[in-house]
């Protein structure tokens, strides 16, 4: 197993190299100019403008900051912000908590809501519950995030009064206030990917069922509640298993839209604020850190495997 993560992990180098070139280059093809963007394009002579740019390393070749910039990365050190003026890393272990919370939230109410729900919907195959998971999961792959969390907002925070419409409290100051919080832009991220594995799960399963060693099994007389969870089951999570680990890659980094929404004070909100300013060494960690995420997860991905079936072998 050591050998096969030591193998995954030098396999993924150029990937990540690969992938610095791309963010370095592309931040820095959006119009504007950091220094216009922090201290204005008027009244800013050009000896103030020299100095400034030298000062953030912008006077220097695109391969001299970027060589530089990665050197100082591989050390952990991912820059300093133009505008916080604080370390990168700082800042995005400043917010990545709120993300984290709001991922793994989404996650646990995509997981507990779909799985159930395509399994109900494969074993009754053509019934109404088959087909009101199938609607379920059909709304929740179409509605956009912005929408249904707009849609939300008005429902349960501005008709109904139940929970806040924006903001961010830490557990630390007070539980309750946390998830009352938590809650809403928990199911606007989670719903579609619930929609997502609910089919998946419901695909898995009845391409299970349908199965030979299943037929056996029915066959010798064991009893369907044995069938369904000790042996069609099991193969049937493999694919959904695969699906719920790249849907964490996807919500650590991908929450942009939500977090803009309701006001939430993560990583995903850090970058598009980040983008707007111009701040290419916040912009760039972040990016960079979440990279790394999505690799942890995928190398937890496949340890889970060997769970579920052990004719899976890391090798």
Known sequence: ???????????????????????????????????????????????????????????QPLVVQYVKWLGRALTGDLGRSYRAQMPVLDLILQRLPATLYLSLAALLFSVVLAIPLGIISAVKRNSWADLGAIGFAI?????????????????????????????????????????????????????????????????????????????????????????????????????????????????????VVVETVFAWPGIGLLVVDSIFARDYPVVQGVILAVAVMVVLVNLVVDFVYTLIDPRIRLE
């Open 139 to 255: 709304l929740g792959i179409s509605l956009p995030q912005f929408w249904s969390g707009i849609m939300l907002v008005l429902l349960f925070a501005i008709v109904l009064g139940w929970l806040p419409s924006i903001g961010y409290v830490p557990p630390q100051e007070g539980l309750g206030k946390f998830l009352r919080h938590l809650i809403l832009p928990a199911i606007t991220l989670g719903w579609s990917l619930a929609g997502t594995t609910t089919r998946l799960t419901r695909s898995s399963l009845l391409e299970e069922l349908g199965k030979d060693y299943v037929r056996t099994a029915r066959g010798m007389g064991l009893p369907e509640r044995k069938v369904l969870w000790e042996h069609a089951l099991r193969n049937a999570l493999i694919p959904t298993v695969t699906m719920i680990g790249l849907q964490l890659a996807f919500l650590i980094g991908g929450a």
């Open 1 to 59: 197993m050591l050998r096969y993560f030591i193998r995954r992990a030098l396999a993924l180098v150029p990937v990540f190299f690969i992938m610095t070139v791309i963010v370095f280059l592309l931040i820095r093809m959006v119009p504007g100019d950091p220094v216009d963007v922090m201290y204005g394009a008027e009244g800013l002579d050009p000896a103030r403008r020299a100095a400034l740019e030298r000062s953030l390393g912008l006077d």
